[in-house]
């Protein structure tokens, strides 16, 4: 059975009070789709605003430290990105990786910690150019979330795996159909051998130079279960037509 998509904005460096409207005509516009789950994930600072602005609307880190507390200068824990109204956070997105040279296990126990506070987490994977080049994106892709992943599903939180190719990523190339399927059936199948049935019910988003104009297409992909969309999510005019993609409608 499908799974009711996810379309995740992932608002990286961008955000200022200024753009609070833009947030509200998201949110307003995105209730008009009930059949397609909505959240905007923005910068920690923001998080308070952002969730005040629109009561009810999940709103997301893109970020979140794996101890409770502690001496961790410039770091935000689970229960801080909660205190704070987040109900999601983004964890080991690729540019994460790379800047911060965060390691798989510290991706791994980000999601356990924020999982076991109640937030649900996007767990981003993805192989660079060079790797694509070399015919082993899925074997690296696969490895990267086998290691990734957490021990368990508990929690109230929900566990998504975002596939991010880096190469697409604010590029505007995109993978083929068949490459995208290819990499989420793979996934799928870790998911099962990890979980179990419970597996089945991890949504597979696609993140990459998701557009209005090939958000459809993704959207037809077997377990492309929705979207984690970077400078799309900017606006409402570029963010809305991918939602209703998503919704079957365009
Ligand atoms: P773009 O949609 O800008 O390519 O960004 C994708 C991404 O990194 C989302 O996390």
Known sequence: ?????????????????????????????????????????????MIERAAR????????????????????????????????????????????????????????AKAEAALSCGLSVILCVGESLEVREQGKAVETAIAQLDASLPETMEGEGELAVAYEPIWAIGTGKVPT????????????????????????????????????SNAAEIFSVEDVDGALVGGASLKTADFIPIVEAAAGIS
Request: charged share 20%; proline share 4%.
């Open 1 to 45: 059975m499908a799974l009711k998509k996810l379309v995740a904005g992932n608002w990286k460096m961008h955000g200022l009070s200024s753009d609070l409207a833009e947030i509200q005509a998201i949110a307003d516009a995105s209730r008009q789709y009930p059949q397609v789950d909505v959240a905007l994930c923005v910068p920690a600072i």
């Open 53 to 108: 602005t629109v009561p009810g609307f999940p709103i997301g880190g893109q970020d979140v430290h794996y101890s409770e507390k502690g001496a961790h200068t410039g770091c935000t824990s689970a229960q801080m990105l909660l205190d704070a109204g987040a109900v999601l956070t983004i964890v080991g997105h690729s540019e994460r990786r790379d800047s911060q040279r965060e390691t798989d296990a510290e991706v791994k």
């Open 177 to 212: 159909t068949s490459e995208i399927a290819e990499i989420h059936g793979a996934i799928r199948r870790c998911l099962l051998e990890r979980y179990g049935a419970g597996g089945e019910q991890v949504r597979i988003l696609y993140g990459g130079s998701v557009k209005p």
